[in-house]
DNA sequence: GACAACTGTGTCCTACGGATACTGTTTCCG
DNA sequence: CGGAAACAGTATCCGTAGGACACAGTTGTC
C-alpha cells in the first residue's frame, strides 16, 4: 500500500508530470488516464474512498480491471492521478482579493478548504510523504509567492504553508453529530459517565457557547496569522533598534 | 474500513472503556486484548501499520485468526485498543513545568510528540470522528484543564487543543531525503525542471537557511501561543476599557 | 503483407476481513 | 455427581481486494 522506493515514485512522477511516453503503433487507446481518474473521483465523492477499488473504477467505465493497468500501474498511481485531478488548478496570485500577504493567504486557505469539502477525502489520501502533482504544486507556490512578502525565513514560510494545511485539515472531517462541536454524541455520555476523571471536559459539556460552524478554522486562522503578524512586527522592530 | 454505524460505535466503546462482562461458564481464556493490542502495536512500530492484519497478529502470538474475534469483533475494534495502549496514560498537571498556561501547553505538545513519534502510525489512525478510549480522552482533558486558564470560549479552547494536535500531526511523518526539509528530492528535482512555472519554490530551493530538525514544530508552535497571547491580551484591555 | 507493438480480456494467484460450524473445556445447577 | 449450558480456540469456507501473466485482436511500419 505505501510506495516506499524510487522506482514507484519515478513511475508516479512520470504519470502526473506527462512524461509517460505516447507509443505510435498498437491500436489506439479507447480509455484515458483523465477518465479513469475521473471516475475514481466521481466514485470517492459519492461513495467514499474505501469504495474506490480497481474493479469498481472499471465497472463504472463499462470495461475490465486490467485495462486500467494499461494507464496506471497500481492503484498508488491511480490516487496520486485523482488527488492531483481534485485539487484542481489554483487560483492566480491577482485573483485573491486584497494586495497584502495576510488577506491573500486567508483567501488561499478558503479556497483549499472549499476544494477539499467537495473531495472530502483528500485529507485522508494527501498525508505523509508523497509527489505532489504540477497542480497540487501550484497550490503550494501559490502560497510560497504569498508569504514570500512576510520576510521570514525559507524553512518558516514552508512550514507556515505546511501548517496551514494541515489546519484545514483538522478542520474538517469532524463528526456533526452531538451538542458540542468537539465531541460526539458518544464521547459526550461517556464524559458524564466519568465526570470524576474528565471533570475540565466534562464541566466544557453544558457551556452554551456558540459552536463555529467551522470547527474553528477562522478562530485557528486568525490565531496563526496574528502570530505570524506579531513575529514579524518583532523582527522589523529590532531591526530599527 | 470505516465504521458507520452506532452498534458498531457501542461495541467499541464497551471494548475501550472495560464495559465487557466477563463471562464466568467456559474455559478460561488464554489471551486476553492487552496482549493481542501489544502484539498489534509492536508489529505495526516495527513494519508499519501495513503489517497489522489479523493474520499476522495471531501468527506473532502463536494462535489462528480467528481465535481473535473472541476479544475483538473486528479489526476496527483492535485498531482502537491499538490507539489508547500505544497512546498511553497523560501525564498530570503537577508533572508539567511551569505554573501558567503556556509552557504547561508546550510540554503538552512536546510529549504528545514524543509519544507519536515512537508510534508513527498513530497519525493515520486518530483522524476523522471516532470514540476515544479513556487514555487519550485522559490527554485531551489535560489540554482542556491547561487551557481554561486562558479564559477562551469553550470551543475556543477545544478548537485550539485540537489545533495543538493537529500540528503535531502536521510536523511529522516528512520525509527526510532532500537538501530541504519541505520537499523530498524527487519534488525539488522536478522543480528545478519547471522553474517558469514555480518560481517562488525554486527560488527556495538554494536557500541555506537552517533547516529545523523538527519540521518547524517549534515555529508552528511558538507562531499559535504567541497568537493566543495576543488574543488574550486583547480582550483585557477590552474588558479594562 | 509480415511483423512488431500495442490495447483490452480472461484466468489465476495471494492476502485480506469475516461468517459459520465445529471440538474441547470449564462451571454451574439440579 | 453428572449432565447441560456457556464458553475458548480451531478449521473451513466465502467474497473481495490488488496484481501477475498469457492471450486475442488491432494498428502502424518496413
Redesign the interface.
Known sequence: ??TDSDTT??GT?QLL?GLREGPTRGPKPVLSLERIAQAAVDLADAE?L?AVSMQRVAADLDFTKMSLYRYVTGKDELVAAMIDLAVGEPPTLDELPGTTWRPRIEAWVRLLAQTWEAHPWL??VT???R??G?KE??W??LS??IL?ETGL????????A??L???V???M???TAGT?????R??AA??RE?AD?????RS?LD?D????PD??RD??L???????E??IAERSGRHRA
Chains 1, 2 share one sequence.
Open positions: 500500500m505505501v515514485a519515478d512522477i508530470w467514499g474505501a485529507p485522508w498525508m505523509g510523504d509527489v505532489m504540477p504544486t501550484g503550494t507556490e510560497a509567492a514570500a525565513t525559507v524553512p518558516e514560510r514552508m512550514s507556515l505546511r501548517m494545511g494541515g489546519h485539515r483538522a478542520t472531517s469532524v463528526s458540542q462541536p468537539w465531541v460526539n458518544h464521547q461517556l464524559l466519568h476523571r474528565f471533570p475540565t471536559l466544557m457551556g457557547a456558540a459552536p463555529p470547527y474553528g478562530f485557528g486568525r490565531v496563526i496569522l496574528d502570530g505570524v506579531l513575529l
